[in-house]
């Protein structure tokens, strides 16, 4: 068990991982694969091979075992319920692509340097450290790559990226209880040439890459040689999307090119600028007068705001819907989320917009002993209710002993999650903010980590 603490504490990677393993051995990237070789192994052939693959796993829990909730995800939500989930009770298992929760709002923070990178992200044996130490609960970071709602199994492939030398280790695992918790991805709306030029600002190595470009491209931008209109290029950042989290990384912008730029790049101070494109209003979500003064306050600080849909993206400029090229050294991606293509995948009921579909006990409807929670679902339309940004709703599993094993009909479901909502907050520089405090909001865009507490 010691290994499986080391790695949790040590091994501290998304899909970029922030340090190099220094040991390539399969079992010392993933110590916890020794674990799971202890329990069971099946063969299953794979498709359109004739040679069976062999798997490892957690087979199903014994009467006299606690019973095994596993979760899928480390994002708000996930990370959320496993924090209200007593090990005493049940045996958590988690499965994750990366072994942390980040805090997304202050992500746009670290891209300047106001923040470290380590600030924003919480291991996750630190919010539920029974998956360090107790017998039957563990950590595993691996994707999620099928779902046995049949045979209560979900199939996982180990995370070998950023690596040469590891091949993908494929296990299956057992469960009593399911929670899929595994978030959204930022949407792209089909246009070309976003995923190959854009960076998102979901995740810590997004941010890293978004700290390196913008640190080259003043270091470039200020060697001989370099003509103006390149020079001009090199330090225009753009950031399409004028959400909370657009806004907010064009504030920080704002500040760190009067706060830095001008003091420590003096020779291109009037080169490097910022311009927010959003179809709409920027904070559509937010009222009238807090959006009049997040236009002000941007505006002051020196951020061009620009109304404009993106029809293309190349990789030196962005060519809007009425013809204007717009030239950059620096793109950010913020439009909003939706549904991974896994989720998507899934042979589960759906809602709207193609989150898993759930009641209002956060349970799949048709399937048995699965819950969905977070970015990745959506009350079905039998429902009669709207997509929510529910957040809170994460602690009602808990609550409706989520955890009990093969039914629920020995399970007290409690009241139906009713959603309030508490405000909506966002920073737009210069130590300005707005707070929403209105109590009557209708929400329809999927639900949404911003208004997590």
């Keep these: 068990m010691s290994l499986l603490r080391n790695l949790s504490k040590c091994y501290f990677s998304t899909t970029k991982p922030f340090l190099k393993p220094t040991n390539t051995d399969p079992f010392h990237r993933f110590p916890s694969l020794t674990l799971l070789s202890r329990f069971s192994t099946s063969t299953i052939p794979e498709p359109g091979s004739t040679s069976p693959v062999r798997y490892a796993g957690l087979g199903p829990t014994k009467p006299n075992e606690k019973p095994r909730v596993v979760v899928l995800g480390t994002g708000w939500a996930g990370c959320r319920f496993m924090k209200g989930l007593d090990s005493q009770i049940y045996d958590i298992v988690c499965v994750s692509p990366r072994n942390h929760m980040v805090f997304t709002p202050l992500l746009a923070s670290t891209c300047v340097g106001t923040l470290e990178f380590r600030s924003v992200a919480e291991p996750v044996a630190r919010i539920q450290p029974a998956i360090s130490y107790e017998p039957g609960s563990f950590f595993f970071l691996a994707n999620c790559t099928g779902i046995n709602a049949d045979k209560h199994e979900v199939q996982c492939e180990t995370v070998t990226e950023g690596t040469q030398t590891l091949d993908p280790w494929k296990f299956t695992i057992s469960y009593d209880k399911l929670v899929i918790a595994l978030g959204a991805q930022p949407t792209t709306f089909g246009i070309h040439g976003v995923h190959e030029h854009a960076i998102f600002l979901r995740e810590v190595y997004h941010a890293q890459e978004i700290r390196r470009k913008l640190l080259l491209n003043l270091m470039m931008s200020d060697v001989p040689g370099i003509e103006e209109e390149e020079k001009k290029r090199l330090l225009h950042c753009v950031v399409v999307g004028g959400g909370p989290t657009g806004v907010e990384f064009s504030g920080e912008l704002s500040d760190f090119i009067m706060r830095d730029v001008r003091q420590r790049y003096a020779h291109v101070k009037d080169y490097i600028h910022v311009t927010l494109i959003e179809a709409n209003e920027i904070l559509s979500s937010f009222d009238d007068r807090l959006r009049h003064y997040a236009t002000n306050q941007l505006t002051k600080s020196g951020v061009r705001l620009v109304r404009g849909i ?144």
């Design 310 to 453: 993106v029809k293309d993206v190349e990789e030196k400029k962005i060519i809007l819907n009425d013809g204007t090229e717009v030239p950059y050294g620096l793109l950010v991606w913020s439009t909003g989320v939706g549904p991974s293509p896994f989720i998507q995948s899934l042979d589960l009921p759906k809602s709207p917009g193609g989150r898993i579909g759930i009641d209002e006990w956060l349970r799949v409807p048709s399937v048995q002993d699965i819950f969905s929670i977070g970015d990745c679902s959506g009350f079905v339309e039998s429902t009669g209710k709207p997509t929510l940004p529910a957040l809170a709703q994460v602690t009602y599993i808990g609550k409706a002993n989520g955890g009990r094993a093969n039914s629920m009909k020995d399970v007290d479901l409690g009241n139906q999650f009713v959603y309030k909502h508490l405000g909506s907050m966002a920073t737009v520089g210069s130590y300005k903010a707005l707070v929403d405090l209105r109590q009557n909001k209708v929400f329809n865009k999927g639900i949404s980590d911003e208004f997590f507490g």
